[in-house]
Every structure is written in C-alpha cells, then in structure tokens.
C-alpha cells in the first residue's frame, strides 16, 4: 500500500500539489482521475520522488519513501511515464533496461535478466519481436513492449500516467484487462484514466483531483456520481443497468 499525507509539491516557486492526503492499496487498481492541469501526473511523479521541491510524507508499506535511494525505489515501484520517444533500440534490449535497478556498473545482464525478459514478453504476447525495432511496431505493440519493460522490474506497484492514449480500443481494453490480473496477481497497479466508462469497471479505488487538491476518493461509482466531480469536470455523468452491468456515459 502507498499512503501520501500532506504531499505538497512546487514546480519554479508555484505550488502546484497542495496537502495532498490519499491511500492505494495492495492488490487493487486504482484510478487518479481529474481535469486537465489538476495536478495527476505530479502527484505520481512526487510519490516517485522525481518532482525536485517536495514535502510531506509518503508511505510504501509503512516504509517512509524519503529514506529509500533512486536505486531502491526502483526496485519496487514501476513507472511508465505519459510521453515517451522512440528510441533506435530493439524490443528486446527495450525490455532488459527494466532490469537496470539489480545491476551494477558497468551494466552485465545475468541469465536471471534475461529470463525475466523472456517471461514478461511472453506475458504482454509479444513473443517472437525480441529482435524487432521498436520503430517498426504499432503504437499498441509499443504500448505493450513498454508494459513488458515495466513487468521485467518486477516490482510490486506499477504506476502509468494515461497508458491508454493513442491506443485503439482492443488495446485500450487488453491493457486495462492486463492491468487487472496484474492487481489480482497482488500487484499495486494505480493508473492515470480520463475514461468515465473504463473508470467504472476497471478501478477498485478512485482518487478525484482538481487544482492539486483532492476532492474525493472511494469506489469508482461513489465517485463518478459525487457532486465533487460534477464541480471538477463541469459535466455530470449518467448510469444505466445493463446484462453485464452498470454502465456511465456523459451528459450532453
């Protein structure tokens, strides 16, 4: 579980986080979701310790997170960042650059590596583009190579800012579907979503940004129907009941 409390963080002098106080628990996906600017890919990026003027606490397992090295965070927190360039690598040496936090310098992949590797292609069924270039892939194989990288840290929390942009919608719906076996493997899977709808059936836990405050967090459906996120997003959302469920849309 990831606890932050009172998180605060500053970009060039301006706060932009202001007393952020959340929960994401083991073994669930939770979803970070808000307007555009409201602070969701800061808050991931100050739990991971990459903002550079922060303050608060932030809890892994119980563990304060400030103590930890790069290196050790590395270890056991995952991140697939929102932008990402294409580089001139092949999928498989994409792939082994997960392993990086368990060498040392300079780098040596050992057979324990490579078998990971090995397994987290085959996991994300691209088995067989090990010696593919990366630029010769669909963006949903490219998706789903860097999904492998993250799987070959072999971390217990994975974080993904928007991993679903630019992605069709069977590869939306094949990463989301990945995303919870992963939970249900006992992975902390917290994702950044825009989709009401993917919200609703696939997140077990919500936390509603806007201007770097959190408004409201809990079940997806007790958030998508809180006057909170009607006041953030300026829109409310409807329900129906369906076969297979309940289902969300947006109001015109």
Not at 29 to 40: F, L, Q, R, V
Not at 204 to 231: I, P, Y
């Amino acid at each position: 579980m990831i606890t932050v409390q009172d998180l605060r963080a500053s970009y060039e002098g301006e706060e932009i986080l202001h007393g952020i106080n959340a929960s994401f628990p083991e073994g669930k996906i939770s979803a970070i979701i808000g307007p555009n600017g409201s602070g969701k890919s800061t808050a991931i990026r100050s739990i991971l310790r990459l903002m550079p003027d922060i303050s608060g606490s932030i809890l892994l397992d119980g563990e304060d997170m400030g103590r930890l090295t790069r290196q050790e965070i590395a270890r056991r927190i995952a991140y697939l960042p929102q932008s990402r360039s294409v580089p001139d690598v092949t999928v498989g040496r994409l792939v082994l650059q997960g392993r990086f936090p368990y060498l040392s310098y300079p780098r040596h992949y050992r057979r324990e590596d490579h078998e990971k590797a090995d397994q987290a292609l085959e996991w994300v069924g691209l088995s067989g583009f090990s010696e593919r270039k990366m630029e010769n892939l669909s963006g949903g194989q490219r998706q789903k190579a860097y999904l492998a990288m993250a799987l070959a840290q072999d971390t217990d929390v994975i974080m993904m800012d928007e991993p679903t942009t630019f992605l069709d919608i069977k590869n939306q719906l094949d990463l989301l579907d990945r995303s919870r076996i992963l939970a249900g493997s006992g992975k902390t899977v917290i994702m950044i979503l825009h989709d009401f709808e993917a919200v609703l059936h696939y997140a077990d836990h919500v936390v509603l940004l806007c201007d770097g405050r959190v408004m409201t967090s809990g079940s997806a459906e007790k958030v998508l129907r809180s006057k909170e996120l009607t006041e953030a997003f300026g829109v409310t959302p409807g329900f129906y009941e369906a076969e297979d469920g309940l289902h969300c849309y947006v109001k015109g």
